[in-house]
């Protein structure tokens, strides 16, 4: 069974940083992309930023360059760090890994992980 675990959610000023990590119980090369979502109250589940394997990444339109995601593949791991926060950017922050080889046509969700900005 895979698990991914995030860590780095919490509580940020306006302007402020925050990085997001992720990590997926698998096998190293497991997955071909991971990628944060998101889900403020009220709203769709919106895409932030993917990474896949190959590092090729991916940003929500709304990140305007505030946000970068790296990760390692080996691992399967990645992480998000952003700055420059709004309240806008609070939500809860899910990571989302889909698997290769052996996962092959599996999708994974983590619990997510809770981020507020606010003064």
């Known amino acids: 069974q895979v698990v991914l675990e995030e860590s780095g959610g919490g509580l940020a000023q306006p302007g402020g940083s925050l990085t997001l990590s992720c990590a997926a119980s698998?096998?190293?090369?497991?997955?071909?992309?991971m990628a944060w979502y998101r889900q403020a109250p009220g709203k769709q589940r919106e895409l932030v930023a993917s990474?896949?394997?190959?590092?090729?990444?991916n940003y929500g339109d709304f990140v305007k360059g505030r946000f970068t995601v790296s990760g390692d593949s080996a691992k399967n791991t990645l992480y998000l760090r952003m700055i420059g926060l709004t309240s806008e950017d609070t939500a809860v922050y899910y990571c989302?890994?889909?698997?290769?080889?052996?996962?092959?046509?599996?999708?994974?969700w983590g619990q997510g992980t809770q981020v507020t900005v606010s003064s």
């Open positions: 989302y890994a889909e698997g290769q080889k052996t996962l092959r046509g599996r999708s994974y």
């Open positions: 990474r896949t394997d190959g590092g090729t990444s």
């Open positions: 698998a096998r190293p090369y497991s997955m071909y992309l």
